[in-house]
């Protein structure tokens, strides 16, 4: 039986992506007495017995999971100075995510971007706005499954899944943690944690309530960009009887951020390597009263019970309600000679979105043939609704860099206050599926699965009705989706598995195709070296997405669903006990992407071909690298690297913008068994980078040098 734990310090599972990551927040609670996983001083790096999350419903861990599965738990979030949960997925193997305004939270991985990432809380797929990274407080871990996975979590995550998973109240009689930080550009954090028995010892009825409040202010490394947080995660454990168990989870988020940056422009001529004007490198060129707002409300209903030794249930029932408010000047570029920047694209708009659903899962283990077996599957029931209000003017004004005043949104020409409601989107999904694991041999497993979903697509038009743009709209869709792997054990530390895996996509807005598909291959293995002082894991892929719509090439104002792209790429984790005092740990990530069948209309309004091309935002090397020395009992340091390659900043792959090298290191004092004082420097070099590359083009510039001091205590 998988056992949860939070408030714990588990420990780095770096594998890599290959299958599902999606389904149940957590994995099913131990009914029986409970036992921590990873205490606070739990020994970091790989643990590959560690379970493997959302990867598989059927509890399995790491090493028997025909998978690369990664996971950054409470303890490398902490020990790697993660601010926020997209922070925790960068250290993950092949992981390049950055937050620019307008695309929610940007994930790049195994050659794919955008919406062919999946991104969940706890075990829902959302819409992609509602990813903007999160302060990582109240998170217990980040789970990454690379490759096709809609097994797992529904239509599409073709390159891969991330899931975000809350802090949950554990059995603990009463644990209180907190922390304090303040750093450059006045960033400060003022957080705590508190989980609690409710109960007194050998009552029938057991409750435990955990609550973590965190809040975070800063004035931003862009001039006039300020931010201020708060992030809330309460929950209510209750076990019913020693088989039956229930946790009410309420989570909250409220951020508000006013002048957002938008990006900086790059200078004349717009061809090849991109560079900027780094005299105005903190320069914000949006207006004085931008603002970006976003509230959002969670409320979960988990149910957890035990019907003998060898079957289990989970329910999981939940609401979510969100609001995302824009309000900015959001494009810049230089004059021909690169003596003024023009402004323009003046947006306003509300998002509002709501999501009901029910997940039920059964798991049961048996023998068949005498060969040992586990079985899981289940039911999934939810309703997306979005409403956009957008208004979108040109909003074309000219500024000197040097010398210049933002203005305000509603002196542009054509804005107004107020939203009005342009389209209701309402996706409901119902889906069934079933996975398996039969024990071949005491060496050789078969893991499968397959996902049917039914799709149903209502648009809502609330503005004139035309032709076009009827009042409804309806589409439908019903993929059947599936994995296959198989894991050897070569010795009693190493195995080797393969894998196949299959994901559908259903087409962006109302176009009436067919879901686009995405298959992968991957072999790998997972081992432990050196008499368990090491573990690594190393994996290969291949992925073909296809059917995806492209501009058609006699017609530039139709699509076609013709497209087709495909990845290949090597993944390798490792972590590494050198000696009593040392610790080293690391992955690396090489992808080549291509374009097989891509077409698109250029500025002149003609329509081309990409075929061969490099996706947008796409570096074909990611690594990471941390080393961890304890100096004496009572102080620790390390040091740690970042390198992300160059990226093509348009289809045409004419612009590109540089590959960077990020380092930091930190300084730790244990005052006493509760408290920890942390320095930790970030870009020590200050170096000057692109997290990402606007379509503009732009640079959306990374964090110069900061530093931060932290003081966090535990009792």
């Known amino acids: 039986m998988t056992r949860f734990s939070v408030v714990t310090r588990p420990l780095l599972a770096s594998l890599f992506g290959c299958l599902s990551v999606t389904a149940w927040a957590q994995s099913t609670v131990d009914l029986a007495p409970i036992t921590i996983d990873g205490e606070q001083d739990a020994e970091p790096g790989l643990n590959l017995d560690q379970s493997s999350g959302m990867a598989s419903r059927l509890g399995l861990s790491v090493r028997d999971t025909p998978a690369s599965v990664a996971i950054a738990n409470r303890n490398d979030i902490e020990r790697h100075g993660a601010q926020n949960f ?6 993950l193997p092949g992981v390049n995510a950055s937050a620019p305004p307008g695309f929610g939270g940007f994930v790049s991985y195994r050659g794919f971007t955008s919406s062919q990432i ?14 903007r990274p999160v302060d990582s407080w109240i998170y217990d871990r980040v789970e990454l499954v690379g490759g096709p996975s809609s097994l797992i979590n529904g239509a599409g995550s073709v390159g891969g899944s991330l899931n975000y998973v809350t802090k949950l109240a554990t059995r603990e009689e009463q ?12 960033t400060s954090e003022t957080a705590f944690g508190l989980n609690h028995a409710l109960s007194e010892a050998g009552a029938d009825v057991q409750h435990y309530a955990r609550l973590d409040v965190s809040h975070n202010t800063g004035n931003g490394y862009i001039d006039r960009q300020e931010r201020d947080a708060w992030s809330m995660a309460f929950s209510l454990l209750s076990d019913l009887t020693p088989d039956l168990s229930h946790t009410l989870a309420l989570e909250y988020q ?4 006013d002048s957002p940056y938008w990006g900086t422009p790059v200078l004349n001529p717009k061809v090849g390597e991109l560079k900027i004007d780094k005299h105005n490198r903190f320069n914000n060129y949006n207006v004085e009263d931008g603002r970006y707002e976003q509230r959002t409300i969670w409320v979960r209903s988990i149910i957890d019970y035990r019907i003998n030794d060898s079957t289990t249930l989970r329910n999981m029932l939940y609401h979510l309600d969100s609001q995302r408010d824009y309000r900015n000047l959001e494009t810049y570029q230089y004059n021909a000679d690169n003596t003024a920047v023009n402004r323009s694209t003046a947006y306003q708009v509300r998002h509002q979105g709501e999501q009901n659903g029910n997940q039920f899962e059964l798991r049961h283990d048996n023998t068949l043939l005498g060969l040992t077996t586990t079985w899981s599957g289940g039911f999934e029931y939810k309703v997306n609704q979005t ?19 933002p203005g305000h949104f509603y002196d542009i020409p054509g804005t107004r206050q107020g939203f009005v409601s342009d389209k209701t989107n309402e996706v409901t999904t119902k889906a069934l599926f079933v996975e398996n694991r039969l024990a071949l041999t005491d060496k050789l497993s078969l893991l499968t699965g397959l996902r049917y979903d039914d799709i149903d697509l209502d648009v809502t038009n609330h503005r004139v009705v035309t032709t076009s743009n009827p009042r409804h709209l309806k589409r439908s869709w019903e993929p059947v989706t599936g994995r296959i792997g198989l894991t050897y054990q070569i010795l009693p530390a190493a195995n080797v598995y393969a894998q196949y895996s299959t994901a559908a996509e259903q087409p962006n807005g109302t176009q009436d195709f067919d879901v686009s598909t995405g298959k992968q291959w991957e072999v790998g293995s997972k081992f432990d070296y050196l008499d368990g002082r090491g573990a690594a894991t190393v994996a ?5 997405r296809k059917d995806f719509a492209v501009t058609d090439p006699l017609d530039p104002t139709l699509s076609i669903p013709v497209g087709q792209q495909t990845s290949k790429g090597i993944e390798v984790a490792s972590s590494l006990r050198i000696t009593d005092k040392l610790l080293a740990e690391g992955n690396f990530a090489w992808v080549d992407a291509r374009y097989d069948e891509f077409t698109e209309k250029n500025a002149a309004g003609q329509v081309v071909s990409r075929k061969g091309n490099t996706p947008t935002n796409v570096p074909d090397r990611v690594g990471n690298l941390w ?3 304890d100096f004496a009992p009572q102080w620790q340091g390390g040091v740690d690297a970042r ?3 160059s990226v093509f900043a348009d289809s045409a792959n004419t612009m590109t913008v540089p590959s960077y090298t990020l380092y930091g290191s930190f300084l730790s004092y244990k005052v006493d068994r509760h408290t920890t004082i942390t320095g930790r420097v970030r870009n020590l070099t200050n170096e000057v980078y692109a997290e990402f590359a606007h379509v503009s083009p732009a640079y959306y510039l990374g964090t110069p040098r900061t530093f931060e001091l932290a003081v966090q205590t535990r009792f």
């Open 118 to 131: 999946t991104q969940m809380f706890n075990g829902v797929n959302v819409s992609g706005g509602l990813a």
């Open 627 to 629: 080393l961890t020395y």
């Open 387 to 405: 409403t956009n209000s957008p208004l979108n003017v040109k909003g074309a004004s000219s500024v000197d860099p040097d010398n210049y005043e």
């Open 175 to 186: 644990a209180l943690e907190g922390r304090a930080s303040y750093g450059t550009y006045d």
């Open 540 to 544: 290969a892929y291949t992925i073909e």
């Open 643 to 645: 390198y992300v390659a």
């Open 86 to 91: 997209q922070d925790a997925a960068n250290t």
């Open 254 to 257: 409220d951020e508000h951020e």
